[in-house]
């Protein structure tokens, strides 16, 4: 290895480990709340960092939320492909699996802010969702247990409705029935009839610990 590449990779790491910085006080300051009040500044400096190697990294405080709360959604949808993994029925696994990431989604107020506040496009949507329920997805698709036209856009429109069901759910006066129902339109959606989608957005759900805390 060369000097050059040796000072790259040294470059790499100082940047890799500023960012990681930047994420661990952003969220230990946005958890200490009010979320509304922690400023740029205030994060800078608890992570020691001028504003150019914040901006180096993320556009805003919007910004710094999607790693944060894309890990608890990846941890989260490891413990859904854990307990499903003995599931045969794709349109079971994505209904529980939305009914549950809502409820963390719910439980969670960085989650719920970021949602709520950050008119985020769909990509990035995606990345504070998580990809949850994936395999589940493709395995429905495959079977012809789902029927969509188009995957582009069909994904789209499915991800767009539920996230705006979320953000409904989290202004209900039962937000736990709401995402329940955000989950039976997500199926039918999918192609799944309308009394079969009722019957398995409205299934006993598992007790996941998770749901207690979606704090990792």
């Keep these: 290895m060369n000097s050059e590449t040796i000072t790259l990779s040294r470059t790499l790491r100082k940047k890799q480990a500023a960012r990681s910085r930047i994420i661990q006080k952003a969220e230990k300051l946005l958890r200490a709340g009010p979320i509304e009040t922690v400023t740029i500044q205030d994060i800078t400096d608890a992570a020691d960092v001028g504003h150019g190697t914040f901006y180096l990294h993320f556009k805003s405080k919007h910004e710094v939320l999607i790693p944060i709360i894309q890990t608890i959604a990846e941890r989260i949808e490891r ?53 949850f329920a994936s395999r589940a997805f493709g395995k429905g698709l495959m079977t012809a247990r789902f029927s969509i036209p188009e995957m582009r856009t069909a994904s789209a429109v499915i991800l767009g409705g539920y996230v705006n069901g979320l953000l409904a759910a989290f202004e209900s006066p039962d937000p736990e029935a709401a995402i329940d129902q955000t989950a039976e339109l997500l199926l039918r959606l999918l192609g799944i009839p309308a009394e079969e989608a009722a019957d398995l957005a409205h299934k006993p759900l598992p007790d996941f610990g998770m749901l207690q805390s979606s704090q990792p």
């Design 79 to 131: 413990q859904l492909q854990q307990y499903f993994s003995d599931h045969e029925d794709p349109a079971d696994i994505v209904c529980q699996s939305a009914r549950l990431m809502g409820r963390a989604a719910l439980a969670d107020p960085l989650w719920r802010w970021l949602l709520e506040h950050s008119g985020m496009p769909i990509e990035a949507m995606r990345n504070a969702i998580g990809r």
